[in-house]
């Protein structure tokens, strides 16, 4: 028969695996090729039942070392909001998880944990005051720019597809304009974003 699969971690190997934003120890107690080929763990988590055992993906298992401990210290010190209809983890005193807590009028997020990782890397750049200067270089609406010149190239005087590009243009630089006050995470970066407004009053900020 064909040779087994070389699998990134052992049987027996304690790892760190996410689980609805956060890491936790966990030992590899077996492996499995999926349906689709892809190499998949069994896990059992440090202090908790076997019932809890699951199988994970190779993306959301991390070696035991100092990089993914800090990593897991990062991820402790930022709070996602989990869905407990999901989450093995979201119970540890027993009892409802849909009792009277406060956060349950919240809006569930599921949030991948490449994404997450990105999150808590720039929530520690920034309150570490390391904010990007503005404007930045090129501005939005240059980089919108060179997009339609491209397009108008390759369309070759298509007045058509020029007045729809050129329409779609248009209408990201109203959204960017519109939109950026209202989905900055951090108060550092709004307070940002109204200071570099002020200093230069009618200027729109995708320019």
């Not at 107690?29 to 190779?58: A, F, M, Q, V």
């Not at 994404?115 to 404007?135: F, M, S, T, V």
């Not at 995470?185 to 230069?200: D, G, I, K, N, V």
Request: hydrophobic share 35%; net charge negative; aromatic share 8%.
């Amino acid at each position: 028969g064909s040779p087994a699969a070389k699998t990134a971690f052992e049987v027996g190997q304690q790892v760190l695996a996410f689980d609805y934003g956060k890491l936790y120890v966990a030992k590899v107690i077996n492996t499995k090729t999926n349906s689709e080929g892809i190499i998949e763990y069994r896990l059992h988590y440090n202090g908790w039942k076997k019932k809890w055992d699951s199988w994970l993906k190779e993306e959301n298992i991390h070696p035991d070392n100092e990089e993914s401990r800090a990593l897991q210290a990062r991820l402790d010190s930022v709070v996602f909001v989990q869905d407990p209809g999901q989450s093995k983890h979201v119970s540890k005193k027993g009892g409802d998880a849909f009792s009277d807590d406060p956060n349950d009028d919240l809006i569930r997020l599921i949030i991948p944990h490449t994404l997450q990782k990105q999150l808590i890397d720039d929530h520690a750049r920034i309150k570490e005051g390391r904010l990007y200067n503005l404007p930045r270089k090129p501005v939005a609406a240059a980089i919108l720019e060179q997009f339609l010149a491209a397009k108008r190239e390759e369309e070759q005087g298509n007045a058509c597809e020029d007045a729809i590009l050129t329409e779609m243009v248009q209408g990201l630089k109203t959204y960017f304009d519109s939109g950026l006050g209202m989905i900055l995470l951090y108060p550092e970066e709004y307070s940002q974003y109204e200071t570099a407004r002020m200093a230069r009053p009618g200027v729109p900020p995708c320019e």
